[in-house]
């Protein structure tokens, strides 16, 4: 089933059958196909069951937090707190847009709220300044793939439910892979103006002292947001999921009564774009999981580990090869389903291997989110496509550089453990 499961669903999608329902048809058909009618009630059942979850709920606490944030004018101060610290350097307002993912991956955790938000601003403001509009939505696609890499993060609230790890641990361990991904996308970009100055915008001058204190007072309050999460989780005050609604909680001071951006009207508005961005979410994890069950029932996942260590015993190697996997897989799936169909199988064969179940998490999660900006199926390359009005083959070729540094930084990731886990084992968590 597991060998046949892909081929049948990429082709669903072809057809153009929506994600969910091709995760749910495509093992439907094999089970038909084997004879095996009985277990279509186990696999539709576990939809439900697969959503039913305590720790899920704090994902769509947490996009509702980020559109609340989004909608309540918190971008544009991220934005300004940017432009006041790295806006003078070469090629100024992209390296304004990365920072400004880097930071508005601490509020929503979302690669498409990162897109659709930061690029609706930073793109038209870019093609002003003189930037191309295909370079604009390239920087914009590449460095939204940081919003589920630092805390909080979706997927990695899906990686702990399905493989029942720490969500704190994971969270943290986050932080610093996040990091190293948004300077990178720094460093290649200040490379890529030197190289043809032509190219990019003149520098601009440096922010005086009083405009960065103006521009971090009026950050102030967004950029609480991360601290409060984590600071609550790692100080027992409360879970990852009680976590999501104090955001929520926070966002609608901020936005309402604190920043005034945002007024009671808003609020269907918001609360309906944060409703259908978690059904989108929460049905692909219940379909997933109930994949997930069926393919249990197979014994599938074991030939697979089997076939997997007869290639070699040497973690390195296999490091190596389930990291290409994982980008392939990357480029056609979405990360949550992915996480949830490969970690019961893939994580097991490396915890046995000695490499730490923290670690194995972040290279997996990293690896697949780097792939939602990755032709030819990447969701935020259509985003940004969206976005900016440019097709999406052009910012796909744009992003090249971009998806190379991200996948050097994988490779870090991969073979230097301590880059994932000295701050989760700075706090205890391992």
Excluded: C
């Amino acid at each position: 089933m597991l060998v046949w499961f892909l081929p049948a669903f990429l082709v669903l999608l072809m057809i153009g059958l929506p994600v969910f329902f091709a995760l749910l048809a495509a093992p439907g058909i094999l089970l038909w196909l084997s004879g095996q009618e009985k277990d279509f009630v186990l696999l539709y059942r576990n939809v439900y069951n697969g959503m039913d979850s305590f720790p899920l709920m704090a994902i769509p606490f947490f996009l509702l937090a980020g559109e609340m944030m989004n909608r309540g004018g918190i971008t544009m101060r991220l934005v300004e707190f940017s432009q006041a610290l790295v806006g003078h350097f070469r090629a100024g307002l992209a390296q304004v847009n990365i920072l400004s993912s880097m930071l508005f991956a601490g509020l929503s955790g979302s690669a498409v709220a990162d897109t659709s938000a930061l690029g609706s601003m930073l793109i038209p403001a870019m093609e002003r300044e003189g930037y191309t509009r295909k370079f604009a939505a390239a920087v914009t696609a590449a460095s939204s793939v940081i919003g589920p890499i630092i805390p909080p993060s979706g997927i990695m609230i899906i990686y702990a439910y399905v493989m029942e790890q720490s969500v704190a641990a994971l969270f943290l361990a986050g932080i610093v892979p996040g990091v190293l991904v948004g300077v990178g996308l720094m460093v290649v970009t200040n490379v890529m103006a030197r190289r043809n100055p032509g190219g990019f915008p003149d520098l601009k001058r440096r922010a005086t002292w009083g405009e960065k204190g103006q521009a971090s007072l009026k950050a102030f309050f967004p950029l609480l947001t991360p601290v409060i999460i984590l600071g609550g989780i790692l100080g027992g005050a409360f879970t990852p999921t009680e976590a999501s609604a104090v955001a929520v909680a926070y966002a609608v001071i901020v936005s309402l009564f604190l920043l005034r951006e945002m007024t009671w009207r808003d609020l269907p508005n918001v609360l309906s774009r944060a409703a259908i961005m978690s059904s989108v979410v929460l049905l692909l994890v219940g379909a997933a999981m109930a994949f997930k069950t069926v393919v249990s029932l197979s014994h599938a996942p074991e030939a697979l580990a089997a076939l997997i260590l007869s290639l070699s015993e040497n973690p390195l190697v296999l490091l190596l090869l389930i990291n290409l996997l994982l980008f392939i897989v990357g480029m056609f799936l979405d990360a949550g389903p992915a996480i949830i169909i490969l970690g019961p199988i893939l994580g097991p064969i490396f915890t046995s291997l000695g490499v730490d179940p923290v670690h194995f998490a972040i290279i997996m999660s990293v690896n697949l989110t780097v792939g939602l900006a990755t032709p030819p199926m990447g969701l935020v390359l259509f985003v940004a496509s969206s976005v900016s009005g440019e097709r999406v083959e052009t910012i796909a070729r744009a992003i090249l550089p971009f998806l190379a540094v991200e996948v050097f930084v994988i490779f870090l990731i991969t073979y230097v453990p301590a880059i994932s886990l000295a701050v989760p084992r700075f706090f205890g968590f391992l």
